[in-house]
Nanobody, 127 residues
Framework: QLQLVESGGGLVQPGGSLRLSCAAS????????IGWFRQAPGKEREGVSC????????NYADSVKGRFTVSKDIAKNTVYLQMNSLKAEDTGVYYC????????????????????WGQGTQVTVSS
């Protein structure tokens, strides 16, 4: 059974850092593109970052460029989202999502492009 499990969320002060993990089971990440999304209360789910099946291509929302870094460890079947210089507006539930693809250097920004989702992990940035 294909499953994604996020972890690493928590409460952090503005300017702090967190590293989120997205562990996959039941499938191999090297043929899946992974997206990170977040949803704040009362707002729509928005794309944060994505990484291609091989990890050779990444993309970031303008609001997180230069602060967040996405990476993929194929051996551990896990994707990471390193979040630095966190701001209050980064608060929300963070989800990872997967879609199977044989096209390298491709990942997707829209949640509609993904087939499998994790349960989410809460990130709260507050002093």
């Amino acid at each position: 059974q294909l499953q994604l499990v996020e972890s690493g969320g928590g409460l952090v002060q503005p300017g702090g850092s967190l590293r989120l993990s997205c562990a996959a089971s039941g499938f191999a990440l090297d043929v899946y593109a992974i997206g990170w999304f977040r949803q704040a209360p009362g707002k729509e789910r928005e794309g944060v970052s994505c990484i291609s099946n091989s990890g050779g291509s990444t993309n970031y929302a303008d609001s997180v460029k230069g602060r967040f870094t996405v990476s993929k460890d194929i051996a551990k079947n896990t994707v990471y989202l390193q979040m630095n210089s966190l701001k209050a507006e980064d608060t929300g539930v963070y989800y990872c999502a997967a879609v199977g693809t044989f096209s390298d250097y491709v990942c997707y920004d829209s949640p509609n492009d993904y087939d499998y989702w994790g349960q989410g992990t809460q990130v709260t940035v507050s002093s």
